[in-house]
């Protein structure tokens, strides 16, 4: 088998990193309404509305191109949303550098999120950041369904959605690239 070289992810100069602003609420409102079928969003159990949480805008020439929402609590940071308008240019690497190094800020040890069981592209970018599968819940999306029907039966690639898969980065231990 053909050993693969790691490399290290692109860190892109031409995308600006503003923090969420009031006046920026009621946009991702409907941004998060749109991506995520519904205001809220289930992480284990608990609902978040990522439109009232602080974030980061990633924005290029004048354009938003990608939002990230997180939450700290008891000296952890729970990245809630994650989502690059424009893939494949270094939007996403750009939010979660900037949410980490917020995190940091807060004297958060852990930085963790959960995706579900379709999103192949989302582990696979979160494990190139140094981040580590350090749960699975299987089925979990059963439960998270009955506080939002709306999530789909089917998600990437026409996989189901079924299960939780968490993620994490201790933010005392990574020393990057
Ligand atoms: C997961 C997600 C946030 C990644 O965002 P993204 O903007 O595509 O991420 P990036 O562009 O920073 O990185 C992706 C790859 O593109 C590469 N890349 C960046 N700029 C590039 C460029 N100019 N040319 C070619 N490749 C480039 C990066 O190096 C990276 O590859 P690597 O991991 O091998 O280093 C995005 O796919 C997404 O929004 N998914 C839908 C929502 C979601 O699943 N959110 C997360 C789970 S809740």
């Known amino acids: 088998m053909m050993q693969m070289q790691k490399q290290k992810p692109t860190v892109r100069t031409d995308i600006e990193i503003r923090p969420i602003e009031e006046q920026h609420r009621e946009w991702l409102k409907s941004r998060v309404q749109e991506i995520w079928n519904g205001r809220?969003?289930?992480s284990r159990g608990i609902?978040?509305?990522p439109w009232k949480l602080p974030g980061f805008l990633a924005v290029r020439d004048g354009v938003t191109v990608g939002v990230a929402t997180y939450y700290v609590h008891d000296s952890e940071c729970e990245l809630i949303t994650l989502d690059s308008f424009t893939q494949w240019a270094g939007v996403g690497t750009a939010l979660?550098?900037?949410v980490e190094e917020e995190a940091r800020?807060?004297?958060c040890g852990r930085m963790w999120m959960i995706t579900t069981n379709d999103n192949l592209d989302g582990l696979r970018f979160y494990q190139?950041?140094?981040y580590v599968i350090c749960a699975v819940h299987p089925n979990a999306i059963d439960e998270s369904r009955k506080l939002k029907p709306s999530i789909p039966l089917v998600g990437n690639y026409g996989i189901d959605i079924r299960d939780e898969i968490e993620l994490e980065k201790n933010l005392w231990c990574w020393i990057g690239w």
């Open 47 to 49: 609902s978040y509305e």
């Open 96 to 98: 979660i550098d900037a």
């Open 105 to 107: 800020k807060q004297a």
């Open 40 to 42: 809220f969003v289930v």
């Open 128 to 130: 190139r950041r140094g």
